[in-house]
């Protein structure tokens, strides 16, 4: 269980600097990367845990690491589509906007 606490602590920590670092984060709020990345990190944990890859001989790293590195990458992922999206919609209605 420890493990766990431990994932979702630094999945968090790894979406807030994800948001931090994405030139277009005034366009989604700081809890989106955050909370994707430790839902991601979570239910791949419980799936590692479940299929018995954890605490095994050369296998204990799959639950402590590779949920981290999964949140982190869904995150990315959530930001830079999300980002490109919003700013693409907020653009055309802006357009929109000033044309009337």
């Keep these: ?12 920590a790894t979406g ?4 931090a ?6 366009k989604y709020g700081i809890a989106l990367p955050a909370g994707v990345s430790a839902a991601v990190g979570t239910l791949s944990w419980i799936a590692f845990i ?5 605490y095994q001989p050369g296998a ?16 990315a992922g959530v930001v830079v589509f999300l980002g490109r999206t919003r700013t693409r919609h907020d653009t055309a209605a802006l357009t929109k906007a000033l044309r009337l």
């Design 16 to 19: 807030f600097i994800v948001w």
């Design 21 to 26: 670092n994405d030139k277009r984060h005034s």
């Design 60 to 75: 204990t790293w799959i639950p402590w690491v590779l949920p981290i590195v999964l949140g982190t990458a869904a995150a």
């Design 1 to 12: 269980m420890l493990s766990l606490v431990v994932v979702v602590l630094a999945t968090i």
């Design 50 to 54: 479940s299929a018995g890859l954890g």
